[in-house]
T-cell receptor, first 114, second 113 residues
């Protein structure tokens, strides 16, 4: 069965520092990959998505992610974190023939120190 | 364009009472998903609809849970009778045909005492 792993439950970074959140998936088919962000008390907001083409994708709020097929990874990055980026981040994956469903990772809680 | 709308945003009820959560998907979206989020289990898919038809309800916990989508612009998730372990945040999401990305509502925080 398809699965998504976010190995880091919590990450703390200083404001202005760079950020990388890890995401790995397992399945043999071509994946469709997503990152969502959830601020406290809010729903999930789509940050970016990868379907095909350029493996480096740009999203909202200055985030980017890189798809690496050889590593089955889709890590999220930001060059300089702002205090308002403190939130929970979810990686999600869908597969052709997967019933149109998204499989979510368990999330990474990001704390930003001022 | 308005996003996914959910009501109520917060619901507090007593064990044994019926609870109805409501969702209005984004106009033009033809798939609708209900999720439950808890600290212990994370984000779980309960049920989803395509063109108002339930496609997969394997995530519905038990018979106390039911969901309907009478038309393209409205869906309900009902819990009867409610139990304290149903306390969670319930999200509705919608998606346009041919796309995989889902757009989430703000959620309903349910507390069953």
């Amino acid at each position: 069965a398809q699965s998504v792993t976010q190995p880091d439950i919590h990450i703390t970074v200083s404001e202005g520092a760079s950020l990388e959140l890890r995401c790995n998936y397992s399945y043999g088919a071509t994946p469709y990959l997503f990152w969502y962000v959830q601020s406290p008390g809010q729903g999930l907001q789509l940050l970016l998505k990868y379907f095909s083409g350029d493996t480096l994708v740009q999203g909202i709020k200055g985030f980017e992610a890189e798809f690496k097929r050889s590593q089955s990874s889709f890590n999220l990055r930001k060059p300089s974190v702002h205090w308002s980026d403190a939130a929970e981040y979810f990686c999600a994956v869908a597969f052709t023939g997967g019933g149109n469903k998204l499989t979510f990772g368990t999330g990474t809680q990001l704390k930003v120190e001022l | 364009d308005a996003g996914v709308i959910q009501s109520p945003r917060h619901e507090v009820t007593e064990m044994g009472q019926e609870v109805t959560l409501r969702c209005k998907p984004i106009s033009g979206h033809n798939s609708l998903f209900w999720y439950r989020q808890t600290m212990m289990r994370g984000l779980e898919l309960l049920i989803y609809f395509n063109n108002n038809v339930p496609i997969d309800d394997s995530g519905m916990p038990e018979d106390r849970f039911s969901a309907k989508m009478p038309n393209a612009s409205f869906s309900t998730l009902k819990i009867q009778p409610s139990e304290p372990r149903d306390s969670a945040v319930y999200f509705c999401a919608s998606r346009v045909a041919g796309s995989y990305e889902q757009y989430f509502g703000p959620g309903t925080r349910l507390t069953v005492t």
